[in-house]
């Protein structure tokens, strides 16, 4: 019963500040729309360039040779160190932490198809390779796989844009293409991806033979570089000092020279971009945040008003027997209703807007927005936190009316 007394007493007060209810219910929905908006976009932004940057691979770390700087055993400071075949399996048997290795050979080379020719980066790896550099085959296709690397086989992986160079719209696993004269039959191309990040062209841009097939056919000796997969419950910090350990035992180097080697860690630099991408959603955050704190200050001139106009109704319910504590959930009450309704239309109105966007041409570069009810939840309850504190000061200035005053009013 009490209830339908506030209810009606609510609806009363907002028909009777009919403008004043509509900005306040205004402020308030804007302010939840631009803090779902915000974190939507920023969201969908956030996910987008993490995807677009992991296109390199994940929990992986680049290796290159590079130059002593510490004298070591005799031996003087400024030895190239070449890497070697063999590094990658030393690296996979003796390095805690590590799911898989593969050296990767640098070529470049023409390619000849039936629709031409074109130059590319030839890269010769082993099966592994695919997987930790986040290459996926078309339907039909495949990438390198042990045989091939046993075997010696010629055959090769296309990026996809070299596929629609040298083949067009037709099918290109089966065919048969020439590599600096040689030929070789193509087993798989890739499924597009983005990329940000490279050291030697994009993927896309690629060709991918064994790197049995390398060494022996097209002469390269040693590899260019080695790429590390690491383990899940390993870290990777962990990983390279082992590394450097290793591979200065094989090649005669102190492991704690860290210019022996050039190492790029690209699960640390994913880490990073992470966290930064934390804050930028905490920025938004804020931003949303003190939107809804001017609308918080709408809530307190209304609900000022009400208890203004309810004077004299106060101070008979009080002379009556009302206690403090009532009159002062009544106008709590009233007022997380009011921080409510504007509260819902704004969720509505996000949710709306968010399955509408991605529809944008936008997308494409910026990410698809992602409404979250978990973020709506987090923005209804701060709202709810903000309307008690904006509308404490008019309850507290009600329960504490003098009775008499307020009847003389």
Known sequence: MQLRIVLAQFWRDMKAQRLRTGLTLFGLGWGTFCVIILLSFGEGLSRKQMDTMAGLGERIILIWGSRTSIPYEGLPRGRYIRLEDADADAIARLVPGVARASPEYGHSATLKGPRGETSVNLSGVRPGFGAMRRIVAEAGGRFLDEPDERDRRRVCFLGT????????????????????????????????????????????????????????????????????????????????????????????????????????DVGEMLAMFSTVFVGFQAFLGLLGILTLAVAGIGVANIMSMVVEDRTTQIGIAMALGARRGWILGQVLLETLLVTVVGGGLGVLLASGAVSASRYLPINEEMGTPIFSWHTAALTAGLLGLIGVVAGMGPARRAAYLNPAEALRS
Do not use: C
């Not at 844009?161 to 004269?181: C, K, N, W, Y």
């Not at 030697?200 to 790429?227: C, H, T, W």
């Not at 690491?230 to 962990?238: L, M």
């Open 161 to 264: 844009e070299v596929r629609h160079d040298l083949f067009g719209d037709e099918p290109a696993v089966g065919r048969t293409l020439e590599i600096s004269g040689i030929p070789f039959v193509v087993v798989g191309t890739m499924v597009e991806k983005k990329q940000d990040s490279n050291y030697n062209g994009p993927d896309v841009r690629k060709v991918f033979i064994p790197s049995s097939v390398m060494q022996a056919s097209l002469g390269e000796r040693y590899p260019d570089n080695l790429v590390v997969e690491v383990s899940r419950d390993a870290k990777s910090s962990d990983v390279t000092a082992d590394i450097f350990r290793v591979l200065g035992q094989i090649h005669h180097f102190d492991g704690s020279d860290h210019e022996a080697l050039m190492d790029w």
